[in-house]
């Protein structure tokens, strides 16, 4: 006999944690499995402040943050060192997880699964960077487990390909350990991180591209030296505009992409805007009873939210127990509209208020945020394409809707 849970939570990180907690609370029996050797996923390498802010109301560090959950977690059967390599659905409410960990090759029955497995770096092959395979070459990520978690600094002279938060955040990293971050490299007009962390380029003085990639590396066993060329507007190179900076590390930070192959693997569909599962207002994909959160779902930029979408997916594995699946008498498709690049869950009941989460494809001042069919409208300062939109649509204003409900994003007159 296999043993039984109601609940498997893959992924120990922020939004899998965050689910295992809830779960336990609605009075489920929860198995939460992660293949790290500890749980927080990202967190403990995140030793900067900038957590908490909207969940737990204070401003925290990523190892506190995640300590505060781990301290939540008592009567939660959790696995480390646990790696699942096969998700079977057998029937609506009985799915198998089989896993290997240092116990050996196991496979468990559940009702749900909840899936938080979050995302991982693009790397240098995928954002066409060629030239010579030498050492110096990381993703953000890597150079953060090392200087982090393992005290090793992995160069000095450094170039940093992409403007977003993960990219800003170790400009300021390897700046403070005394390295000369020679530029950040950005590919798009516009920068792709948080105000708060741009500050950072102009605190440390760090030269940052905008419209320029970088598209070769060159060195003996070492990088040594780097070509940036400037884009127009249409992405292309522009001739004659390459030039070279000597550097001996190159760090990537291009972007994530939603790590989701076990669930590809069994049908679930999957979103190209997001590159996470399509889902409903309760995080469950189009296989009935499996639910997906963080990361996993889509890109977020505050682990806030990564909980949030935790708790709701726990939310929807209780509901779909007890009523032997997610009941509605009908589904309103949720659209993008005008500049809006992504946006989520895609399916909503009407039946219970739901917070939606979006980007936009560019940024502009003084717009209007609108849902036509159900007449909602907010005004806002300024919309980027680094910072999500998340808004509360409720249940009363989403019934307004027939078939579907357009999210669209329109500059002010």
């Known amino acids: 006999m ?11 990180g922020p939004a899998g944690m965050g ?12 198995l939460l499995l992660d293949d790290n050797d500890f749980l927080g996923g990202i967190l403990p390498q995140c030793i900067h402040p900038g957590f908490g802010l909207h969940y737990f109301k204070e401003e925290l560090t990523g190892p506190e943050f995640a300590y505060r959950l781990i301290n939540k977690l008592d009567g939660v059967e959790v696995k ?11 029937s609506d409410l009985e799915k198998f997880v089989t896993y290997v960990s240092p116990e050996g090759v196991k496979k468990v029955a559940t009702k749900t699964i909840i899936y938080a497995a979050g995302a991982r770096e693009r790397h240098a092959f995928e954002i066409g960077i060629v030239g010579d395979r030498v050492a110096g070459i990381y993703t953000a990520g890597e150079a953060q487990a090392l200087m982090d978690l393992y005290g090793i600094l992995p160069g000095r002279d450094i170039v940093i390909v992409g403007s977003g938060d993960v990219g800003l955040i170790m400009a300021r990293r390897f700046a403070l350990e005394g390295c000369n971050v020679k530029a950040v490299i950005e590919l798009m007009p516009y920068p792709g991180g948080l105000a708060r962390n741009l500050m950072i380029l102009k605190d440390f003085n760090i030269p940052l591209y905008l419209s320029h990639k970088v598209v070769e590396v060159r060195g003996r066993k070492r990088v040594e030296k780097v070509k940036v060329v400037k884009v127009d507007e249409n992405l292309r190179e522009i001739p004659g505009s390459e030039f070279w900076i000597e550097a001996d590390t190159l760090i990537i930070s291009a972007g994530l992409i939603p790590n989701v192959k076990l669930l590809q693997e069994i049908g679930v569909r999957i979103d190209p805007a997001t590159g996470g599962p399509v889902v409903n207002d309760r995080l469950e994909t189009s296989v009935p009873g499996i639910f997906v959160a963080g990361n996993s779902l889509l890109i977020n930029d505050l682990v806030d939210y990564v909980v949030e979408q935790g708790e709701t997916a726990a939310e929807g594995a209780k ?30 009941s009407g039946e219970r208020d739901v917070w939606i989460y979006a980007r936009v494809q560019r940024p502009i001042e003084d717009v209007t945020l609108e849902f036509p069919e159900i007449g909602k409208k907010l005004r806002l300062p300024v919309v980027k394409p680094s910072e999500m939109l998340r808004i509360k649509l409720r249940g009363e204003e989403i019934r307004k809707a027939k078939e579907k409900i357009t999210m669209q994003v329109v500059k002010n007159e």
């Open 2 to 12: 296999l043993e039984s849970y109601d609940v498997v939570v893959i992924g120990g």
């Open 19 to 30: 689910a295992a907690i809830k779960a336990k609370e609605l009075g489920l029996k929860v």
């Open 80 to 90: 480390t060192s646990a790696r699942v390599i096969e998700i079977q659905n057998y």
């Open 319 to 348: 509901e779909f127990i007890e009523n032997g699946g997610i009941k509605s008498t009908r589904w309103i498709k949720l659209v993008k509209g005008e500049n809006v690049r992504l946006v989520a869950p895609h399916y909503l």
